[in-house]
């Protein structure tokens, strides 16, 4: 059997270390200048920022925005990979493949996703090293680097598209690898409808076919980097959120659990929120593919488990907060038993200490015309009485405090 020719881009979702800062403005004209500084710097490093000064809506063929930060590459090192970065420590690495294919769809899938990670890993320092060169630079402080201590790659998933020349469509082999390509995907029967014309791709789940790719700029790849980075944006939102849970209900530190979760919180919401200020500014047939690609991927149904998390975690934060005001509330109530207690004892010492000294001494009450009945009364009375009777009063507050409160 004869070779056949195959191209294919592998789309891989990768942590990447640096981060735009919580509430910068990418609009601002201090964000804009520093990624003029940055482009005109590293020229020759190929970083390509996406500098566009007209105004929005200016043309409807093209996007009037961008939500990447930038793209590398190092055509030195490998010609054929780019490394799309965005917000939320997310980088999709896009590299172009040639493969021979005889007729082994799974070896070929497999080989595939191994020469994807071989070339990710071949670049990884280089790019670490670029990254922190740009935040050494002036205004450097948008970004936040947060080297970890391992130098390998962390690879989310290597996803795989299949770039097919409608002239090859008629081919046997073209279509068996295009039949068994597809055929774990949401929709194995899309693998007929492109061999018929009927449609000019399939994105759906891992696996990907694509026809007549324009090796500038196809709408469909891009719409599958950007649907990949908004998937696994929300999945790293919803990982953190997850451990705010876990802080939350398995921790004993509730200040560590409300910091957890006001942080995922703000990053959860913020990428929703440029999620729909982005698909404001695209093109009309992108938009349509992107949300096609996230509806096959119930990203809606993901979004939501995050709004669940946080409304998990809220509610058992507020549950223990208001554990801990009603001990308080208890400590405090004894506290005021006690003074009321000492209070009052205190007030029966004084009050059997005075009239005492009063009927002993009368020229103490020299302004009186007669002896004060009420000191006379309290002065005939045994301490020890006095004493009690103030204890019983303390308890009667109590008693009448406790029904206040009950109510």
């Given at each position: ?58 043309s409807i063929e093209k996007d009037s925005w961008d939500n990447r930060l930038f793209i590398w590459e190092d055509k030195e090192l490998d010609q054929e990979l780019e490394i799309h970065v965005f917000p939320n420590n997310i980088g999709i690495v896009v590299i172009k493949h040639t493969f ?263 020229a103490l009450d020299f302004n009186d015309e007669n002896p004060s009945f009420m000191l006379q009364f309290i002065a005939e009375i045994d301490a020890d009485v006095m004493f009690g009777s103030g204890f019983l009063l303390t308890m009667l507050l109590v008693f009448v405090y406790k029904i206040?409160?009950?109510?």
């Amino acid at each position: 059997m004869v070779p056949l020719q195959v191209d294919i881009q592998t789309i891989s979702p990768l942590y990447v270390p640096i981060e735009l800062k919580t509430g910068v403005d990418r609009s601002s004209p201090q964000y804009l200048n520093f990624q003029r500084l940055i482009d005109d710097e590293f020229e020759s490093a190929k970083f390509s920022y996406f500098l566009d000064t007209t105004t929005d809506y200016e043309s409807i063929e093209k996007d009037s925005w961008d939500n990447r930060l930038f793209i590398w590459e190092d055509k030195e090192l490998d010609q054929e990979l780019e490394i799309h970065v965005f917000p939320n420590n997310i980088g999709i690495v896009v590299i172009k493949h040639t493969f021979e294919y005889v007729g082994d769809t799974k070896a070929l899938e497999k080989t595939v996703q191994k020469k994807a990670t071989q070339q990710i890993k071949k670049v990884y320092a280089a790019f670490l090293e670029y990254l922190q060169l740009v935040c050494a630079r002036q205004y450097g402080d948008y970004f936040q680097l947060n080297l970890i201590t391992t130098d390998e790659p962390q690879i989310f998933w290597n996803s795989r598209s299949i770039s097919i020349d409608s002239q090859n469509l008629n081919l046997p082999l073209f279509q068996k690898l295009t039949n068994e390509w597809l055929a774990h995907t949401f929709r194995p029967d899309d693998a007929q409808d492109i061999v018929t014309g009927r449609i000019s791709y399939s994105m759906t789940w891992l696996n990907y076919v694509i026809v007549d790719l324009n090796e500038v700029d196809d709408e469909r790849l891009d719409c599958m980097i950007l649907a990949q980075y908004y998937y696994t944006a929300q999945e790293n939102c919803n990982k953190l959120l997850k451990q705010a849970v876990d802080i939350a209900y398995n921790g004993s530190n509730t200040n560590q659990a409300q910091h957890c979760l006001s942080r995922s919180r703000v990053i959860t919401r913020l990428h929703q929120v440029d999620f729909h200020e982005h698909v404001k500014y695209m093109t009309r047939t992108k938009r349509d593919i992107l949300e096609e690609i996230l509806a096959c991927w119930d990203y809606v149904q993901i979004t939501s488990s995050g709004q669940l998390m946080i409304e998990i975690c809220s509610s058992k934060i507020d549950e223990t907060e208001n554990a801990k005001r009603e001990r308080g509330s208890v400590i405090t109530d004894l506290l005021l038993v006690a003074l009321s207690f000492f209070t009052v004892f205190e007030l029966s010492l004084y009050l059997t200490e005075l009239s005492r000294e009063m009927m002993s001494r009368p020229a103490l009450d020299f302004n009186d015309e007669n002896p004060s009945f009420m000191l006379q009364f309290i002065a005939e009375i045994d301490a020890d009485v006095m004493f009690g009777s103030g204890f019983l009063l303390t308890m009667l507050l109590v008693f009448v405090y406790k029904i206040n409160k009950s109510k």
